[in-house]
C-alpha cells in the first residue's frame, strides 16, 4: 500500500519489492491510493502483479477506501506492507475495521522534528497497531525509539538498496540538453519540493559563478517548488536548466552530464537518489541529514556538508570542479560501497524474512 506508483524513492522501493518477491512464496497486490502515473501502474500489471488503484483525490474521499477493506476482509491478505506516514496511518485504522495477520509500517524519512501531533499518532495509532515498524537508517531508527518512544523491539533497521545501474553516456545527453563539453555542471535529482532544498543549491552555484565560466545547474525532477526556483535562478544569475520529470531511463545519462552532484535536503531517511548517484560513480556533495552519514563518509565517498550552509556547500563544490582527480576518486568509492553494502537483494531478502518470521509469529 503506497500513496502512488510514480518516480519517488519511497514509491519506487515498494514497487521494486512487490515485483522482487519469490513467487513461489508470495502473491502480491499492489494498493495505490492516490492517481498514479499510467506508465508506472502499466509496469506494474505488465509484470504480473494485480494493482488496485482506489484514485482518493482528497482527505474526504473516505468511501474511496471500500474496495481495499473489502478486500482485506476477503482473507487473501496475509500481510499488509504501507509506505510512508499517509499510508501508515490509514493502515493502521482500516486494519481495525478489517484485521489482518500482519501489519508493516515502512517509515522512509523520519522527519518529525516540531511536529507534536505527528510524533503523537505515530506512536499511539501506527506502532500500536503494526506489527513492526521499518526504519530504513540507524538515525531514523534511534529517533522513532528515543523521541516518539516506540518500543525498541518493534522498529526493524532495513536499509535501503538499489538494482545495479546501466551507465549513462555523457556526451550524448550534453549535447540533448545543449550543454557544452567543456562546461562545468552541477546537479541534482530530486522532487521540487521546499524539503529537498534546492534553493540553497542555487544560492551557493551562484557564489562559485563568476569564477568558473559557463558553469551550468542542472535539476531533473518536478514539484510545486519549480516555479519559484526557476525565479529564483534568475534573480541570482544562474544558468540553470529544469528538465522536469524524466523517465527512469534517462537518469543513468542524466547523471554522467553532471561533474558534480548536490543533496541539499532539508531531511532524509535513506535517499534511493543518492544510492543511484553513488551507483553511477558521481562525486557527491551532500548535507549531513538522516541516514546520509550513514551512506557517505566525508572525504572517502563523497563530501559532506552541514545542513543548510550555503557557504560551506559552495566551497565544497568550487573545490571538487577544480579537482578532476578527486572527483573520480570520490566516485569510484561511493560505487564500491554502493555495490558493497547496498544492493537491492539485501533490501529485497530483509523483507522477505520479516514477512515470513512475522506472519509465522501471528499464526501461533
Known sequence: MVDSLMSGGAELLATRIALGLDPDRFESVVCSTRPSAREHVAAVEAAGLEVLQ??????????RWLPLVRLLRSGRIDVLHAHKFGSNLWASLLTRLAPVPVLLAHEHSWSFEGAPLRRLVDRELVARASTAIVAVSEPDRTRMVELERIPPEKVLLVPNGIP???????????????????????GTVCGLRPEKGVDVALRAVARVADALPGLR??????????????????????????????????????????????????SEGMPLAVLEWMAAARAIIAFAVGGIPTMIADGREGVLVPPRDAARLAAAIERLLADPAERERLGAAARARQRREFPFRRTLDAIQEIYESAYGAALR
Open 217 to 266: 545547474f542542472l535539476a531533473v525532477g518536478d514539484g510545486p517548488e519549480r516555479p519559484r526556483l526557476e525565479r529564483l535562478a534568475r534573480e541570482l544569475g544562474v544558468a540553470a536548466l529544469f528538465t522536469g520529470r524524466r523517465p527512469n531511463a534517462d537518469v543513468p545519462d542524466l547523471l554522467a552530464a553532471m561533474d558534480v552532484v548536490v543533496c541539499s535536503s532539508r
Open 164 to 186: 545495479d545501474q546501466q551507465p549513462g553516456n555523457r556526451t550524448a545527453a550534453r549535447a540533448a540538453l545543449g550543454i557544452q563539453p567543456e562546461d562545468p555542471v552541477v
Open 54 to 63: 482506489l484514485r482518493r483525490a482528497s482527505k474526504l474521499d473516505v468511501w
